[in-house]
Every structure is written in C-alpha cells, then in structure tokens.
C-alpha cells in the first residue's frame, strides 16, 4: 500500500516517498482484449508538503505491461508511465493517508486502447499472413475494386419511376350567388303611399253657398 503519514511531514520541507507496489491492484481483467497483463510492480516517485491542514502530492508512477501489438500481434511489453500526478487531500493534518487508490487510477487511465511494437511496423501480410517486419512476400495487397452487384437495384429504375408530366391546373369552381329576391312590401307600407280620402265635409266647404231670394220682384 502507497501511504504517507502526515505528523511525519516537517513545515516547508517536501517529504519524499519513493517504492515498489504489486501491480495485482491494478485488478486489469483476464479477458481483455487484446489480452492485457502486468509484467512488474508499479514504481512510484512522490513529494508530499503540508498546506495548513491539507496535503498535496506531486509525483509520478509507472508499470510494465505484456500485450501484443495491434498491427503484427507479436507479444511485446510496454510501459505505461504517468509523469504528472497531483493529489490534494483536505483537513489530514497528523493522520495516514493512503495514496494507492489514486496512483491506481491514474495510471488505469493512461493505458491505451491498443499498443504497437514499433511507430512503423509494417503489420502482417492480409493474403498469406506473412509477418512483414520479419520477412517480405510477393502477394498482391492491392485491394480489388468491388464490381456491381447485379441484385443491386439500379439507380435508372428510380429514374424510369419518375413523372415530368406538368400537372394541369384544376378548374376553379366559381363561388355560388344566392339571388336576390324583391323584398315583399308590407300592407303597412302601401297603405302610407295611398292618398287619404277627404272627408264629406271638406268638400261640402268648397261648394258655393245658394243665394236666398228676396220677396220683392
């Protein structure tokens, strides 16, 4: 186990820690793929100082691990280092603190997804599987342009289904009118514009009064 105890730590001086642990608690799994193993212990270079009541830890960890190479799968091992740690713990003043956990972390994140023997390694061979960092061989690898395939649809018969026939206009229907029907005038109405019968003694008014005659002659 990494641990620091920090009563151990004087003020304004780095206490350094420097070790070996395991590599099992990297607990990497048996069926990765590509298969991946430890092939050492973590080796691990720390400073610790006291901030106060906080602790912080620089430093850096690495590890050896047996895999094999993505593009010639020959087994190699390779390191996998992180150059950069930082670890800040609060409020641990005159107490043990274990580091394993982090360092563990750090170095499970710095693994890549696939490892190569060397930047130009030329893989193997995909026709006879000669490897070609090893040895040469005279298959053609120059990949074959697929032809077409005749149950493919051909692209002509989405063009066959096309219509470029202009579409006729659609008759515009004209909008129906109601007809208009003269209103019917009421009784009330005409019998207003009638003109009004004079009365018996209006015309008697009218008449010329008959002299009345004298008894002379």
């Given at each position: 186990?990494?641990?620091?105890?920090?009563?151990?730590?004087?003020?304004?001086?780095?206490?350094l820690?420097?070790?070996t642990?395991?590599?099992?608690?990297?607990?990497?799994?048996?069926?990765?793929?590509?298969?991946?193993?430890?092939?050492?212990?973590i080796?691990?270079?720390l400073?610790?100082?006291?901030?106060?009541?906080?602790?912080?830890?620089?430093?850096?960890?690495?590890?050896?691990?047996?895999?094999?190479?993505?593009?010639?799968l020959?087994d190699?091992?390779?390191?996998?280092?992180v150059?950069d740690?930082?670890f800040?713990?609060e409020?641990v003043?005159?107490?043990?603190?274990?580091?394993?956990?982090?360092?563990?972390?750090?170095?499970?994140?710095?693994?890549?997804?696939?490892?190569?023997?060397?930047?130009d390694?030329?893989?193997?061979?995909?026709?006879?599987?000669?490897?070609?960092?090893?040895?040469?061989?005279?298959?053609?690898?120059?990949?074959?342009?697929?032809?077409?395939?005749?149950?493919?649809?051909?692209?002509?018969?989405?063009?066959?289904?096309?219509?470029?026939?202009?579409?006729?206009?659609?008759?515009?229907?004209?909008?129906?009118?109601?007809?208009?029907?003269p209103?019917?005038?009421?009784?009330?109405?005409?019998?207003?514009?009638?003109?009004?019968?004079?009365?018996?003694?209006?015309?008697?008014?009218?008449?010329?009064a008959?002299?009345?005659?004298?008894?002379?002659?």
């Amino acid at each position: 186990m990494i641990k620091i105890n920090t009563s151990h730590i004087l003020p304004d001086t780095p206490y350094l820690l420097d070790g070996t642990e395991p590599a099992e608690v990297l607990e990497l799994p048996a069926d990765a793929d590509p298969p991946l193993a430890p092939a050492g212990d973590i080796t691990y270079h720390l400073s610790a100082i006291m901030a106060g009541a906080d602790l912080i830890v620089t430093g850096s960890a690495s590890v050896p691990l047996a895999t094999v190479c993505a593009r010639c799968l020959d087994d190699i091992r390779v390191p996998v280092s992180v150059k950069d740690l930082c670890f800040h713990f609060e409020k641990v003043r005159d107490l043990e603190v274990d580091l394993t956990e982090d360092v563990r972390e750090e170095l499970l994140l710095a693994v890549p997804s696939c490892f190569y023997c060397s930047p130009d390694c030329k893989g193997i061979c995909p026709v006879c599987g000669t490897n070609l960092n090893h040895a040469s061989c005279d298959c053609d690898r120059t990949p074959a342009e697929p032809g077409p395939d005749p149950a493919a649809p051909s692209p002509w018969d989405q063009l066959d289904a096309l219509n470029f026939a202009p579409e006729k206009p659609a008759k515009k229907k004209a909008p129906a009118t109601a007809e208009k029907k003269p209103a019917k005038k009421s009784s009330a109405v005409s019998s207003e514009k009638k003109p009004a019968k004079k009365s018996s003694a209006v015309s008697s008014e009218k008449k010329p009064a008959k002299k009345k005659s004298s008894g002379k002659k």
